[in-house]
């Protein structure tokens, strides 16, 4: 947060309770502005590309390779490898991270709120989606997976007991149709294996995300994904030894850039970069910067594994996130 005033003049600005980014109290410092700086109505300002911009845009990007990512590595790992190691590798950085920064262990209040985000974002909707992909295009799940904003929208709702608006609900209902309708389509008039594993992960990751923005409240965003990987480490471990002594590995770039993506650039950076940015400019802002995430996976598709793009890929992809924008300005 930037205090900014006239020219000629600074401000002192004390920051209360309510001033925190994830936990985090920020100590405001005097500063002196020329005439005509603007703030909008959180106090940020309203520079052309402001960090906290640039560390949400960064974020999404990261998650929009994942998808692209993840079929890479499956050229050299079966499903459950992947997801082991990927998890494994991504906990080791969180723990070089957490032990450089001194970060002392969580309250035990909030263990059980990280075996929920653990078990949805870290285990949960990498292993869903990771299976999915083994039948469905990338560009099939980017569709679908593209209702998740709506779907940890209606979870936040029932977890925290409030009413959003019949718009809200209206538009949510509306871009579930539209998905659904697409999957029927693309899957000849019914549902497939694939699709049965990306709407689970739709509900366990929008489960984990609603406990992670709750936790996130209380301590950084980066510390709960970080204690959430820490928490899996033992049995990703263990995952990781049994499924490499099962499954075929067979390694090629792809399949080692693959991987490392979705440890190190997906599940640690991302999430990293995502949260810092978000906590700079707001959840509004930082969630209308991840509408562009299931066309940029769409592109990815294209870009780097070659897929052709059925005609109701984007199109679907443009209703959801007409639906989602909407709900972003419905009155709760």
Avoid at 12 to 27: E, F, L, Q, S, Y
Wanted: hydrophobic fraction near 50%.
């Amino acid at each position: 947060m930037r205090a900014q005033d006239s020219a000629t003049a600074t401000t002192t600005i004390a920051v209360t309770p309510a001033d925190r980014t994830g936990g985090t109290t920020r100590t405001v410092s005097p500063v002196s502005t020329a005439p005509g700086d603007a703030t909008d109505t959180s106090g940020s300002r309203t520079d052309p590309l402001p960090r906290g911009t640039l560390l949400a845009a960064l974020g999404v990007l990261s998650f929009s390779l994942t998808f692209p990512s993840t079929v890479w590595g499956l050229e050299s790992f079966g499903p459950w490898s992947l997801v082991a190691v990927r998890s494994t590798l991504a906990a080791l950085i969180a723990g070089a991270f957490l032990l450089a920064g001194r970060v002392p262990l969580p309250e035990r209040r909030h263990w059980a709120g990280l075996a929920v985000v653990a078990g949805g974002v870290v285990i949960g909707f990498p292993l869903l989606t990771t299976l999915a992909l083994q039948t469905s295009t990338t560009s099939h799940a980017a569709v679908v997976v593209g209702l998740l904003p709506l779907t940890t929208a209606a979870f936040a709702a029932l977890r925290t007991k409030r009413r959003p608006s019949r718009t809200f609900w209206f538009a949510a209902v509306s871009g579930a149709v539209v998905v659904l309708a697409f999957t029927v389509q693309q899957s000849g008039g019914a549902v497939s294996r694939g699709d049965l594993y990306l709407f689970g992960a739709l509900l366990v990751c929008a489960a984990g995300y609603t406990e992670g923005g709750r936790l996130a409240r209380l301590m950084p965003g980066w510390q709960v994904v970080g204690w959430a990987l820490i928490l899996c480490l033992p049995l990703m471990v263990a995952g990781s030894a049994v499924a490499l002594s099962v499954e075929p590995v067979r390694l090629n770039a792809h399949g080692i850039i693959g991987l490392l993506w979705v440890a190190a650039g997906s599940t640690f950076f991302g999430l990293y970069v995502w949260y810092r940015g978000m906590a700079s400019i707001g959840i509004p802002k930082a969630s209308q910067l991840q509408l562009a995430q299931p066309l940029l996976t769409l592109v990815w598709s294209v870009v780097l594994l070659g897929e052709t793009l059925p005609l109701a890929a984007p199109v679907a992809a443009v209703a959801v996130l007409v639906c989602i924008a909407v709900t972003q300005r419905a009155k709760s």
